[in-house]
């Protein structure tokens, strides 16, 4: 279904994230037919460049980043017809009043800042000064939403000076992965779950999200984050949340907002011991090539920022009290790998006595690669053989089942743009959630600065330091392995 006639802005429309994930979702959507002729993707930079300048550079990045099988040329051209360029200083004055003539009123409008934070205030003033935006216009933001609690709710109120927050879509592009809005799907549309989704029968939940990639040429910024700026406060806290909410009422952005925020509130306060950090070291790639460390991939002989965070996390309230929650992320892990296992309990007697195949039923909620979702169940091995157990998986590949192979199923900003169109905020975070996740992240990093804490040594292509391993073997479980 087509969205409705839209003037999209991307201020940093020659900027990385529009080359990489903006235009070519946009061409994906233009291409499924969801993006109408009617509609217009205004890229404004500071670049010196003329239309058919930024649609050269449009139609590379297309090139570049949509797979051979979905570049049409004819439909690429006719793609581009509704490309446009207009060069802009968001500090100075050129081109505003240029971009009050192009903006259509009578259209959705839309202004992604795809900038860095810092000039989000400058945009949002000239924005209102010069009149293009109306109370109907909407604004995307992305990650870093601040650095800190103090620099968030700066940001917020920056924004909200202009706009109301209605109007704001905070980008967390794990909510528009595929699975994750699935887990909705699953927990809330199935009988099946639901009654089981508690501290009674679950042992535990692990939520992973593991990378091959070092921070390659993100160094600055990254030093400066880390794992747990960068990766645990947004993705892993949202899926988080996705796991561990009550229903809400409806699936309504406020009523689903206000159930996360809830979860994020209910969070404990991390204790040291309960937190491994890491740190990749120099290594060989799989085919021998030598590696980077992390200090000469940041340039920063003394940084002792972590690029792996392991984390027991507790939820005090009464559906997960006594529910450890554990998280895991890195980069230069052994496999791109992302996944969610809620693990069952044992079963409260077995009537086949201590048999070694018994294992805990786990759902595991895979987001990358192959999506799709696996539950685990014990059966009777099949042969003469008596009774034997043995676990077969019940497994849903997304792409399989839907008939459709892996490449249909929309990049996580294709979705979320068509989303701030139709002006559905459900999958995008709201200011009270951002600040309530910062709330709770900034004692745990002030906590490791003031301890002097240093991140531990892992090696690249690794499961990351051995200590992490710990974490789980003190309470009698282990992680599941990353591949
Ligand atoms: C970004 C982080 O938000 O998410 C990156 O800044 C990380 O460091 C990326 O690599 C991971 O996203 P995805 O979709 O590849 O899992």
Known sequence: IPVDPFDLVIFGGTGDLARRKILPGLYNRYLAGQMPDE??????????????????????????????????????????????????????????????????????????????????????????????????SRIVVEKPFGHDLKSARALNATLAA????????????????????????????????????????????????????GVGGRGQYYDQSGAMRDMVQNHLMQLLCLIAMEPPYRFDPDAVRDEKLKVIRALQPVRPDDIVRGQYRAGKGPDGTPQPSYLDDVGNPDSRTESFIAMRVEIANWR??????????GKKLRARASEIAVVFKEV????????????????????????????????KEPG??????????LDMTFAEALGADGQDIPDAYE??????????????????????????????????????????????????PEDALMLLHRDGRRWREIR
Do not use: C
Not at 81 to 93: E, K, P, S
Not at 115 to 126: C, N, Q, T
Not at 195 to 201: C, F, I, T, V
Not at 418 to 446: C, K, S
């Open 348 to 379: 409260p007697h077995s009537i086949f006595g201590d048999d070694e195949g018994w294992r805990e039923n786990v759902l595991s909620i895979r987001l990358q690669p192959n999506e799709g979702m696996t539950l685990s169940v014990m059966i």
């Open 39 to 136: 509609a217009r993707i205004i890229g404004a930079a500071r670049a010196e460049l003329d239309e058919d300048g930024y649609r050269q550079m449009v139609a590379q990045s297309i090139e570049e980043f949509v797979p051979a099988q979905k570049r049409d040329a004819a439909v690429i051209d006719s793609f581009l017809q509704r490309v446009h360029y207009l060069r802009i200083d968001a500090r100075g004055t050129d081109g505003w009043e240029d971009l009050a003539r192009m903006i259509r009123k009578d259209v959705v409008q839309a202004f992604y800042f795809s900038v860095a934070p810092s000039l989000f205030g400058d945009l949002a003033e000239r924005l209102h000064a010069h009149g293009i935006s109306g109370p109907e």
């Open 162 to 213: 202009h706009f109301d927050e209605s109007q704001i879509y905070r980008i967390d592009h794990y909510l528009g992965k595929e699975t994750v809005q699935n887990l909705m799907a699953v927990r809330f549309a199935n009988i099946l779950f639901e009654p089981l989704w508690n501290a009674r029968h679950v042992d535990h939940v692990q939520i992973t999200v593991a990378e091959t990639v």
């Open 415 to 464: 979705r979320l743009i068509m989303d701030v169109i139709r002006g559905n905020q459900t999958l995008f975070m709201r200011g009270d959630e951002v600040e309530a996740a910062w709330a709770w992240t900034d004692p745990i990093i002030a906590g490791w600065e003031a301890r002097g804490d240093r991140p531990r040594p892992y090696d690249p292509g690794s499961s990351g």
């Open 320 to 329: 997960w009290k006594g529910t450890p929650f554990y998280l895991r992320t």
């Open 384 to 393: 003469p053989g008596g009774m034997r157990l043995t676990e077969v998986p």
